[in-house]
């Protein structure tokens, strides 16, 4: 699967790794990641897309309006020790 906007995603390095976001837009091998909790959607990380893996998820960004519905969504796909 591409890595492209709207994307949900599993960061597999770094301090977020195992964490899930979702790809606000793409550039050059560097995908916009917010997940709305840390990185909500005004402050999104530039992160190297080599250390994101797709799911087979995709939502509209239309349907994303605040980091809390964007938080609700992400919920469900697992735990997020990392967050707490």
């Known amino acids: 699967m591409q890595l492209e ?3 949900v995603v599993r960061s ?3 301090r977020d790794a195992d964490r899930f ?3 606000l837009r793409t550039e050059e091998g560097f995908a916009w990641i917010a997940d709305g909790k ?3 959607l005004e402050r999104p990380k530039k ?3 080599k250390h994101l893996r ?4 995709r939502i ?3 349907t994303i309006v605040t980091n809390n519905q964007l938080k609700r ?3 469900g796909f697992g735990p997020d020790e990392a967050a707490t």
């Open 21 to 23: 976001y979702v790809i």
């Open 12 to 14: 597999i390095a770094g």
């Open 38 to 40: 840390v990185r909500p």
């Open 73 to 75: 969504f992400l919920k």
């Open 60 to 62: 509209p960004l239309e």
């Open 5 to 7: 906007q709207g994307c």
């Open 54 to 57: 797709p799911t087979k998820t």
């Open 47 to 49: 992160k190297n897309a």
